[in-house]
């Protein structure tokens, strides 16, 4: 079986900085995307960043210049690195890891609250 751990998150105040984690544990397999998504309470799961084996990165415009995604390779642990963070950032942030062999895996998600 396969697992997304996340960690960080929490509450922070408009302009401050958060860095969330999501490690893959469990069976082994070969990562081709690691990414992060978020969603508010009746809306859809939005797109926020994403990162390829080879290190090439894609964000969200809305976050554009504010956060940035990384990776440990040998952790198999994905960051995502939030600065001047915004009330319109509140949401419940998930990982997602999606295998060469088309399998995705969600993480639990994280509460990332930002007061104004």
């Known amino acids: 079986q396969v697992q997304l751990v996340e960690s960080g998150g929490g509450l922070v105040q408009a302009g401050g900085s958060l860095r969330l984690s999501c490690a893959a544990a469990?069976?082994?397999?070969?990562?081709?995307?690691m990414g992060w998504y978020r969603q508010v309470a009746g809306k859809q799961r939005e797109f926020v960043a994403s990162?390829?084996?080879?290190?090439?990165?894609r964000q969200a415009d809305s976050v554009k210049g504010r956060f940035t995604i990384s990776k440990d390779d040998p952790k198999r642990t994905t960051y995502l690195q939030m600065t001047a963070l915004k009330p319109d950032d509140t949401a419940v942030y998930y990982c997602?890891?999606?295998?060469?062999?088309?399998?995705?895996?969600w993480g639990q998600g994280a509460q990332v609250t930002v007061s104004s």
């Open positions: 997602h890891f999606r295998s060469w062999s088309d399998e995705n895996y």
């Open positions: 469990g069976t082994t397999f070969a990562i081709a995307v």
């Open positions: 990162i390829t084996s080879t290190g090439t990165t």
